[in-house]
C-alpha cells in the first residue's frame, strides 16, 4: 500500500508539471540602463507601464504629475499611470544623489480598442491610426465616401471634436449628369362672329338698324358692310362680306370666323461633369438687362440669366449609389408678357424649372419632374333678345373656343466617368474647315477640304455621313 501511494503521488506530480501553465499576462516594460538617455516611453491614457532600472534607484521624480503619476514597486521597479495627454519627464536618481537616467513620458489616448472596433466595422479598408496631442488622426484611403464618414463617426466617439481626417477616397469619384428636357405644346382656338346692319329710304330715309358682337360690332365694320368694303384692321381675322339691296332697303352682313393650330417643340440636354462633393454649374443662353430703381430715384441694370441652366453637387455615396442635388432650368424670353413703364419696356420670361435630391446608381435614370396640363376655355356672347332668335339669331350671337395642352418631363441620368486621353475624344469641328476662295467663289463650297483622322474619336465622327441636314432633324 506504501507503495502504491508513492507512485500516486509520483504520476500526480509528473501530471502537473507536464500540464501547461495558465496563460500570464505579461506587463508593458522599459528597461533603463545606467547613464543611457532612453527612448519616450508610450503610456496609453488611464492604462499603467512598468519600467524596470538594472541599477537600484533612492529617488524618483515627475516633470509633470497631472500628465502621469508614478510610484515606487520596489528599487528596481517603476509603476507609471498615464493620467491626461501630453509629454513630461521622468527622473532616477541612484544613493549617491548622481542621475541614472530621464525617461521622456508621452501619454496618449488609448486607441487599442478603437483599432479593433474600426477592423470589425470596416474590414478590409486601409485606415491608419495614429494620435496627435489629445486626438486621433486618421489617413489612408477608403473605398467610398460612406465608409469615411462611418470611420469618422466612429472616432468621434473615442476623441469628440478632436478627430483629424486625411483620408481620401479612392476608385472613381468624377460623375458626369445628363439631362434631358422635352416639352411639348399644342395650342387650338376657334372664334365665330357676325354684324348685321340695315339701312334704307323708306320711313322717310330714317330706317336705320345695326347690331352685332365682338369687333364686327364697330362703327367702322357697319359702314363697311353697307359700302361693300372688306374690313382692313387686325381685329376683323378671316372676315366674309354679304350685302344686298331689296329696293331701297340696303342690308349688310359681315361675318368673322376664325380657326387656328400651333404646335412647339422644346428639346434641350445639357452634360455637366463634377468632382463627388463639388457644385458644378452651367448655361447655355444669354443675360438679359432689366432695370432696377433705387431709392435716390436712380436706375440701374440688373442682368437676369435665361436659356439653359444646370446646377449639382454629386456624392458618391457607396459603390456606384450616387446622390444628386441639383437645380434644372429651361428659360425664354416672352415679350408677350412684358411690361413698359417711364419710357422702359421690360419682356417677361417664361421658365420651367426644378430643384430636388435623388439617389441612384450609375447609369440609372429618373424622370425627376414631368407635368401635364390642358386648359380648356369657351365664351358664348350674343345680343339681348336678338340672338335667341330661329336661325336669324345667329347673326347677333359670338362664339370663341380656345384649348392649350402641355407635356413637360425631365430626365436625369448620372454616369461615373474617369479621363482619358485628349485624341479620343471627338469634336463638332472635327470635320469642318473654312473654304478656299476658289472652292467659294468657283465652286460655291462652305466648307474646304481636309484630311479625315483615322482612329479614335474623332475618326468614328469623320467616318459618319453628313451629306444630309446638320444637327437635330424636327419632323413637323
Known amino acids: 500500500m506504501k507503495y502504491k501511494s508513492i507512485l500516486k503521488a509520483t504520476l500526480t506530480g509528473l501530471t502537473l508539471a507536464l500540464a501547461p501553465a495558465p496563460a500570464m499576462l505579461s506587463a508593458e516594460t522599459l528597461q533603463v540602463m545606467q547613464g543611457a538617455t532612453q527612448s519616450a516611453l508610450e503610456v496609453p491614457m488611464n492604462r499603467a507601464v512598468v519600467v524596470e532600472s538594472d541599477v537600484p534607484f533612492t529617488e524618483l521624480s515627475i516633470a509633470n504629475p497631472s500628465i502621469a503619476d508614478i510610484s515606487s514597486l520596489s528599487d528596481r521597479t517603476i509603476y507609471v499611470l498615464g493620467k491626461a495627454p501630453g509629454r513630461t519627464t521622468l527622473t532616477l536618481l541612484g544613493g549617491d544623489g548622481r542621475l541614472i537616467s530621464n525617461v521622456e513620458v508621452h501619454v496618449a489616448p488609448d486607441i487599442a480598442e478603437f483599432k479593433e472596433r474600426l477592423q470589425q466595422i470596416l474590414p478590409g479598408e486601409q485606415i491608419e491610426v495614429r494620435t496627435a496631442n489629445d486626438g486621433i488622426v486618421l489617413s489612408g484611403t477608403v473605398s467610398s465616401a460612406a465608409k469615411l464618414d462611418r470611420a469618422m463617426d466612429l472616432a468621434q466617439r473615442y476623441a469628440p471634436d478632436r ?58 365694320a357697319i359702314v363697311n358692310a353697307l359700302n361693300a368694303i372688306s374690313p382692313s384692321t387686325a381685329d376683323n381675322n378671316a372676315a366674309m362680306l354679304f350685302g344686298f339691296n331689296a329696293g331701297g332697303l340696303e342690308v349688310g352682313i359681315l361675318l368673322e370666323a376664325l380657326e387656328s393650330r400651333g404646335m412647339v417643340r422644346t428639346l434641350a440636354e445639357p452634360n455637366l461633369v463634377a468632382l463627388s462633393g463639388q457644385e458644378a454649374k452651367f448655361l447655355a443662353g444669354g443675360e438679359y438687362p432689366v432695370p432696377v430703381s433705387q431709392e435716390d430715384g436712380k436706375v440701374t441694370v440688373e442682368y437676369k440669366p435665361f436659356g439653359v441652366q444646370l446646377n449639382f453637387v454629386p456624392r458618391v455615396v457607396d459603390g456606384d449609389i450616387i446622390n444628386l442635388e ?118 460655291g463650297h462652305v466648307t474646304g477640304s481636309t484630311s479625315a483622322p483615322k482612329e479614335g474619336g474623332a475618326g468614328e465622327v469623320a467616318r459618319q455621313d453628313f451629306s444630309g441636314s446638320y444637327g437635330y432633324v424636327l419632323d413637323q
Open 163 to 220: 478627430v483629424s481626417n486625411l483620408m481620401s477616397v479612392g476608385g472613381t469619384q468624377q460623375v458626369m449628369l445628363k439631362v434631358r428636357f422635352a416639352e411639348m405644346q399644342r395650342s387650338v382656338s376657334k372664334s365665330l362672329s357676325s354684324s348685321l346692319a340695315i339701312q334704307g329710304s323708306t320711313l322717310g330715309g330714317n330706317l336705320g338698324l345695326s347690331g352685332g358682337t365682338n369687333s364686327t360690332s364697330t362703327t367702322g
Open 326 to 443: 441639383l437645380e434644372a432650368s429651361v428659360s425664354s424670353i416672352d415679350p408677350a408678357n412684358g411690361f413698359s413703364q417711364g419710357g422702359f419696356t421690360v419682356d417677361a420670361f417664361r421658365k420651367r424649372q426644378t430643384s430636388t435630391t435623388v439617389e441612384m446608381r450609375d447609369g440609372e435614370s429618373f424622370a425627376i419632374a414631368g407635368l401635364l396640363s390642358d386648359d380648356f376655355r369657351d365664351l358664348n356672347g350674343q345680343v339681348p333678345w336678338l340672338g335667341d332668335i330661329p336661325v336669324l339669331g345667329a347673326l347677333f350671337r359670338s362664339a370663341e373656343y380656345a384649348r392649350q395642352q402641355t407635356e413637360l418631363v425631365i430626365i436625369v441620368t448620372p454616369h461615373l466617368v474617369s479621363p482619358t486621353r485628349g485624341e479620343a475624344l471627338a469634336l463638332p469641328t472635327d470635320r469642318v474647315q473654312p473654304p478656299s476662295e476658289a472652292g467659294l467663289f468657283l465652286f
